[in-house]
């Protein structure tokens, strides 16, 4: 293979580099490995397939969980002109034979399909009616629901685990945003990948903002944080019940908040509905149990809020996960009240299986650890996963960022600790702090804990005042929570030394007791741009997405935009090196791109290009067609016909009609006619013009099945140059 990755980046994707890990693993697909990528959600898989995909002769066959991803995956790969497919239930005879014909013409790239599909006998003989025996590579999307210890197992994907068996030789390749080493272990051992190429990225998601605030008025909270976003910014709100779903969304909308309350409870025309209203940029906020999210893909999520405690670290991570795949800035916001833990307990212990209860306690008392513990967000959560955070602090999160003072508070500290000991260490934090602030309680009269020495030592502070205490003696090593159904805080030996008189107990207080404006922090390193031009591109972007029925993001993300008004491209080279922008986005956009810049700029003369930065290189104009042309192009070079170039490559002919036609279009100079036998041009002229050209099926059936679909590509080629 003569062509380097990095071209193909630049000329298809129109990335200027790899990000971390991605490029290993493309290498590994396109050396004929088995390779295991494990990245967190946006670190860019699908590119680890697309583009070997595009590169490697033949198709790659991609299984994906839902039709809506694959639906998602496929409108992206199409805008980048890449030949993608999905083959899915809800296909019609007509678009699944279609697409059927196509895959064995060898003109598709990549084929995506639903693992059940792929588990019938009669698919995989289809897939090996392909011109080159088989596809090129399988690509396993979400591979951990083949794992019964990940969090969305699914049944349907057992079957993957026979893949290897039914295609030895083919390479595979499998993904997935599960951070856990048991899962990963797990997915790596059923799908029986050979020596894989394995690659597990950090799960350092750099442009997520974390924040964690003490919940005093959630709803005004809310309010002020969407405040603080970018004007219609795509967001969502996580809820735990359908109850408090509605319950939110009905608040924003009062407070002129466009919001949308999705559930379980809905009907599912009424879920895809706000799904697509979603996605399109009709609805930005969305107000939702967890249930929202799985299968989608929207990168430009802005911000992510959880109102109520979440259940697990890894939910939480993979549920603020969504915000920011893009890349960008995003904020992941949670508001915590440790009234939720009695909430969620009191689920939990509906339970009737005690390994489940007793999982699902250690699982939440850890996420209340994480949520109450100042300490940098990052370094705890991916602390979490097993993975060292190099640095001590991380800029990012709201402890970083200076949202707590440490201030003093010994005495405070030895109050509390001594309400603990004086009864036995066996009551909960929030009895504790009864005793503390003199609550008169019937718990306190029952155990006459009025009558304890400590009880109303701290009256003239508010409970929620103690609460922190009490998570901060937690957090400090203090205290720590017994284990069983039932956890309280007990006393530690470094609890017992502060409460006799040793040392000093210093613990984070959160400045943010107001909720002001956090200075958002922004770092992400953009041009300045003309914010009318991008207002003018982004209407453009939505009527493009309108007319091809695709989700805006597919045309092109916010960055891409972002670039364009800075730079203010003046000609297509320019234009292809703005983010995002690939060879055929080029084609397809920037006539429009241009014809809308103009018109904006004849009327507002005062916008300021900013100079677009050096390249070291000269800047590549386009040509880009793949190492395997090249090797096509050198064998008619030396003369050779088709079918023997086909055979010395080990291709099919009508892959290699199509390689002609394709070099022709690209300029080089080649005699298409010279290829034909005599007489199939007229033949094929006139079936062609009987049975249109659009789909060269009809004239292929006309023929009797005569003239091959690589002769009446050539035709057709032939036709448009006359
Ligand atoms: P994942 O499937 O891992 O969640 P995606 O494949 O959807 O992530 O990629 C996330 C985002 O990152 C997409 O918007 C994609 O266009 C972008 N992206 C991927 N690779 C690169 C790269 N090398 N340079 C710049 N952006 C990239
Ligand atoms: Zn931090």
């Known amino acids: 293979m003569s062509k380097d990755p990095s071209e193909v ?36 898989k699908s590119l680890c397939y697309q583009l070997p995909a595009v590169m490697l002769e033949g198709c790659a066959v991609v299984v994906s969980p839902l039709i809506a991803l694959m639906k998602d995956q496929v409108d992206g790969a199409r805008a980048l002109g890449i030949r993608a497919a999905c083959i899915t239930s809800h296909a019609s005879p007509e678009e699944k034979r279609e697409i059927a014909d196509s895959y064995r013409a060898g003109e598709l790239d990549l084929l995506y399909v639903a693992p059940e599909r792929l588990s019938m006998e009669s698919f995989q003989d289809f897939l090996r009616s392909h011109p080159n025996g088989g596809p090129s590579f399988f690509a396993i999307d979400e591979a951990h629901c083949i794992s019964e210890w990940g969090h969305d197992f699914r049944p349907d994907y057992l079957f993957l685990a026979e893949l290897k068996g039914r295609f030895p030789t083919t390479p595979l390749v499998a993904f997935t945003a599960t951070a856990t080493p048991r899962v990963a272990e797990d997915i790596g051992r059923r799908l029986q990948l050979q020596n894989p190429v394995t690659v597990r990225a950090s799960f350092d998601r750099k442009n997520l903002f974390y924040e964690i605030r003490s919940r005093t008025n959630g709803d005004q909270q809310l309010l002020e944080f969407i405040a603080d976003q970018p004007e219609g910014c795509s967001g969502v709100i996580y809820r735990t019940s359908r109850k408090s779903v509605e319950e939110t969304a009905d608040m924003l909308r009062r407070n002129g908040v466009p919001a949308q309350a999705y559930h379980a409870g809905l009907a599912a025309e009424m879920r895809t509905q706000i799904q697509d209203d979603f996605i399109k940029d009709r609805i930005p906020v969305i107000v939702a149990t967890v249930a929202f999210g799985m299968g989608i893909d929207k990168p430009d999520v802005r911000y992510v809020v959880h109102y109520d405690l979440p259940k697990t670290v890894e939910g939480y991570y993979q549920e603020t996960g969504r915000a920011g795949r893009d890349g960008d800035a995003s904020r992941c916001l949670l508001l ?387």
């Open 336 to 722: 915590y009240s440790p009234g939720d833990i009695a909430k969620i307990g009191y689920l939990i212990d509906q339970s009737e299986d005690e390994d489940d209860r007793n999982r699902n306690w250690t699982l939440l008392r850890q996420m209340d650890s994480f949520a109450s513990t100042p300490v940098c967000r990052r370094v705890a959560l991916l602390g979490y996963f097993g993975e060292e955070y190099v640095a001590e602090k991380c800029d990012a999160c709201d402890v970083c960022a200076g949202s707590f003072e440490e201030v003093e508070a010994t005495y405070e500290g030895r109050v509390v600790l001594s309400a603990v000991a004086r009864t036995g260490s066996r009551f909960g934090a929030v009895h504790v702090c009864d005793i503390v602030t003199g609550a008169n309680t019937e718990r306190i009269r029952q155990f006459k804990h009025h009558e304890l020495k400590t009880y109303g030592l701290g009256k003239n502070r508010p409970k929620k005042y103690w609460r922190r205490v009490v998570d901060a003696l937690l957090a400090g090593g203090y205290l720590r929570t017994s284990e069983g159904q039932f956890p309280v805080p007990q006393l530690t030996e470094a609890g017992g030394l502060l409460m006799k008189g040793q040392g000093t107990f210093v613990m984070r207080e959160d400045l943010r007791i107001e909720p002001e404006k956090a200075g958002a922090k922004r770092f992400t390193s953009d041009p300045p741009y003309d914010v009318g031009v991008f207002q003018v591109l982004k209407s453009l972007r939505t009527q493009i997405a309108e007319e091809e029925g695709v989700p805006p993001y597919v045309v092109f993300g916010d960055r891409t935009l972002r670039q364009i008004a800075a730079y203010l491209p003046q000609n297509e080279a320019e234009f292809s090196r703005m983010h995002g922008v690939g060879r055929a986005k080029v084609e397809k956009y920037y006539d429009r791109v241009a014809g809308e810049l103009a018109c904006y700029l004849s009327t507002h003369s005062d916008v300021q290009s900013t100079p677009l930065p050096v390249r070291e290189a000269a800047p590549k104009v386009v040509k880009g067609l793949g190492g395997t042309y090249l090797e096509t192009l050198a064998l008619v070079q030396q003369g050779l016909k088709y079918p023997e170039i086909a055979q010395r490559r080990g291709l099919s002919e009508s892959t290699i009609l199509g390689h002609l036609v394709r070099l022709k279009e690209n300029g080089e100079k080649i005699d298409l006619r010279q290829h034909l036998a005599p007489g199939v041009e007229e033949r094929a002229i006139t079936l062609l013009h009987e049975h249109g050209t659009e789909s060269l099926k009809p004239a292929f059936e006309a023929s009797g099945e005569q003239i091959s679909y690589g002769e009446l590509k050539i035709v057709v080629a032939l036709m448009q140059e006359e």
């Open 9 to 44: 980046l630049e000329s298809v994707f129109g990335y200027t580099s790899f990000r971390a890990n991605q490029e290993e693993l493309v290498r590994g697909l396109l050396a004929g490995r088995d390779v295991f990528g494990i990245m967190p959600t946006g670190g860019g």
